[in-house]
């Protein structure tokens, strides 16, 4: 009944095992309910990314997604880095120029972070374009004569004022040699309406509303910056970038009036390495499709496609993202269903082993406690071995009784043989030992019989 019971219960979770495997799936790389985006100042051109991506991901997975203003890619990587936030824009190079102003923030050791906790690369966006811009009417015809001048150099904590950094460096001007304002865009645009400001050191996308706002009046000019080739090597997240002639603006003045040599770098989407992949991998399809990047006005991006997208990446490119660039590579199962249930299935493995030697224990013992089917034949031989002992075949009945128990032992083993498969007696030693008893009390009383029968004959040719 037993036996029969566990048989059903076998069935019954056999047949059940693949839905509870899905629903475990399903759960295990389920998306989140809400998701949020570390965006910049709403001016920048970072806030109206991630408002056009919200709207992408609103429409195409069940999630709510809020997009936060911060103070620029310093703080959104380390909010990614925290956790507080799920995506974050980020110009490469910011955190390790910034470290530059903190002297004792610099001298930390670097602590080595498990996997759980790193940042992970989504995509390269767009290059962010270094901009040196003056009024027209200023007189500065060039960055030598910056010197002594306000100069807005960004926000605390943006990729405008990291990027401004390593060209005062590179133009040799400490920032004791100016008055550095760190302003917003919106105020970089109120102080040069009010003639407060002599330049700004701007590092945004081509499209950044901040340049046109500026540059299309025709009131502003852009300086060249000289040794690009230089700076490169000195800030390896640049590289070299032409502003083509007319770019802001066409008619008189032409802004820039020649093409104009300058750097740039990256801009950058990162998440944690523990988001899930099934949310960054739907991101990463978003930002490659054609249809953001034309509407975001993404032309790198729409012209090299995935080639762009990976290129200086800074940071270990997340598995979701991996999956989308080389699909080929897609595992089967999903890695995070792989990793949530890795100490699941180790724990279940181990209560499988202890189980199974649980029962193997328990039933040894059960069979040691239980009597043996050979111990009712054992009993019945020993008998026989008794009454043959009595029987020493001196006397006149004892060959009648002697073969009465030897046909009793043949019957015994020939019943025995009926009770075990020929497996059971080939593995069980019980039944040899039972045997050989059988044969050897066999041996013995036809010695008996043997000598009762030699005495009737001697007897017989005696009375002859």
Request: proline letters at 5%; a negative charge.
């Given at each position: 009944?037993?036996?029969?019971?566990?048989?059903?219960?076998?069935?019954?979770?056999?047949?059940?095992?693949?839905?509870?495997?899905?629903?475990?799936?399903?759960?295990?790389?389920?998306?989140?309910?809400?998701?949020?985006?570390?965006?910049?100042?709403?001016?920048?051109?970072?806030?109206?990314?991630?408002?056009?991506?919200?709207?992408?991901?609103?429409?195409?997975?069940?999630?709510?997604?809020?997009?936060?203003?911060?103070?620029?890619?310093?703080?959104?990587?380390?909010?990614?880095?925290?956790?507080?936030?799920?995506?974050?824009?980020?110009?490469?190079?910011?955190?390790?120029?910034?470290?530059?102003?903190?002297?004792?923030?610099?001298?930390?050791?670097?602590?080595?972070?498990?996997?759980?906790?790193?940042?992970?690369?989504?995509?390269?966006?767009?290059?962010?374009?270094?901009?040196?811009?003056?009024?027209?009417?200023?007189?500065?015809?060039?960055?030598?004569?910056?010197?002594?001048?306000?100069?807005?150099?960004?926000?605390?904590?943006?990729?405008?004022?990291?990027?401004?950094?390593?060209?005062?460096?590179?133009?040799?001007?400490?920032?004791?040699?100016?008055?550095?304002?760190?302003?917003?865009?919106?105020?970089?645009?109120?102080?040069?309406?009010?003639?407060?400001?002599?330049?700004?050191?701007v590092t945004v996308g081509i499209e950044a509303p901040v340049l046109h706002d500026?540059?299309?009046?025709?009131?502003?000019?852009?300086?060249?910056?000289?040794?690009?080739?230089?700076?490169?090597?000195?800030?390896?997240?640049?590289?070299?970038?032409?502003?083509?002639?007319?770019?802001?603006?066409?008619?008189?003045?032409?802004?820039?009036?020649?093409?104009?040599?300058?750097?740039?770098?990256?801009?950058?989407?990162?998440?944690?390495?523990?988001?899930?992949?099934?949310?960054?991998?739907?991101?990463?399809?978003?930002?490659?499709?054609?249809?953001?990047?034309?509407?975001?006005?993404?032309?790198?991006?729409?012209?090299?496609?995935?080639?762009?997208?990976?290129?200086?990446?800074?940071?270990?490119?997340?598995?979701?993202?991996?999956?989308?660039?080389?699909?080929?590579?897609?595992?089967?199962?999903?890695?995070?269903?792989?990793?949530?249930?890795?100490?699941?299935?180790?724990?279940?493995?181990?209560?499988?082993?202890?189980?199974?030697?649980?029962?193997?224990?328990?039933?040894?013992?059960?069979?040691?406690?239980?009597?043996?089917?050979?111990?009712?034949?054992?009993?019945?031989?020993?008998?026989?071995?008794?009454?043959?002992?009595?029987?020493?075949?001196?006397?006149?009945?004892?060959?009648?009784?002697?073969?009465?128990?030897?046909?009793?032992?043949?019957?015994?083993?020939?019943?025995?043989?009926?009770?075990?498969?020929?497996?059971?007696?080939?593995?069980?030693?019980?039944?040899?030992?039972?045997?050989?008893?059988?044969?050897?009390?066999?041996?013995?009383?036809?010695?008996?019989?043997?000598?009762?029968?030699?005495?009737?004959?001697?007897?017989?040719?005696?009375?002859?």
């Amino acid at each position: 009944m037993k036996r029969s019971l566990l048989k059903i219960l076998v069935v019954i979770l056999l047949i059940f095992l693949p839905v509870i495997l899905h629903q475990t799936y399903r759960w295990m790389t389920a998306l989140p309910r809400q998701i949020t985006i570390a965006a910049g100042h709403p001016e920048g051109r970072y806030h109206g990314m991630a408002v056009q991506l919200k709207t992408m991901l609103e429409q195409r997975l069940p999630v709510d997604v809020k997009v936060l203003e911060t103070k620029g890619s310093l703080e959104n990587l380390e909010l990614v880095r925290q956790g507080k936030v799920d995506l974050g824009f980020y110009q490469p190079g910011t955190e390790y120029a910034l470290a530059a102003l903190e002297p004792a923030k610099q001298a930390q050791p670097k602590l080595l972070v498990s996997p759980e906790d790193q940042i992970g690369f989504i995509a390269n966006l767009y290059s962010q374009v270094m901009h040196v811009i003056v009024p027209a009417d200023s007189g500065i015809e060039s960055v030598r004569d910056l010197k002594g001048r306000r100069i807005a150099i960004g926000d605390q904590g943006s990729g405008d004022l990291a990027a401004s950094l390593p060209l005062l460096r590179h133009l040799q001007l400490s920032l004791d040699q100016i008055e550095p304002a760190y302003l917003s865009y919106q105020e970089i645009e109120e102080q040069f309406g009010k003639k407060t400001l002599d330049a700004a050191i701007v590092t945004v996308g081509i499209e950044a509303p901040v340049l046109h706002d500026l540059l299309e009046t025709g009131n502003y000019r852009i300086l060249e910056i000289p040794f690009t080739g230089a700076l490169t090597r000195k800030a390896s997240h640049f590289y070299e970038y032409e502003i083509p002639a007319g770019m802001f603006r066409t008619q008189e003045p032409i802004v820039p009036e020649n093409n104009l040599q300058t750097v740039a770098c990256g801009a950058h989407l990162l998440t944690k390495g523990s988001t899930p992949d099934a949310l960054i991998a739907e991101v990463t399809a978003i930002i490659l499709h054609q249809n953001f990047s034309r509407q975001m006005h993404l032309n790198e991006l729409f012209a090299a496609g995935h080639e762009f997208a990976q290129d200086n990446q800074g940071f270990p490119v997340h598995s979701g993202a991996d999956h989308v660039y080389n699909p080929e590579l897609k595992p089967f199962l999903n890695s995070d269903f792989v990793e949530a249930t890795e100490g699941m299935r180790s724990f279940l493995v181990s209560v499988l082993i202890a189980a199974y030697l649980l029962f193997r224990w328990f039933q040894k013992r059960r069979s040691k406690a239980k009597e043996h089917r050979l111990d009712r034949f054992i009993r019945q031989l020993v008998e026989i071995e008794n009454k043959q002992m009595q029987l020493d075949g001196n006397n006149q009945d004892d060959g009648p009784a002697l073969q009465r128990l030897l046909d009793d032992v043949t019957s015994l083993r020939q019943g025995t043989l009926e009770q075990f498969s020929a497996h059971e007696l080939n593995e069980d030693r019980a039944t040899d030992a039972f045997l050989e008893m059988c044969h050897a009390l066999s041996d013995k009383i036809n010695a008996k019989l043997l000598g009762w029968k030699i005495d009737r004959l001697g007897e017989k040719i005696s009375k002859s």
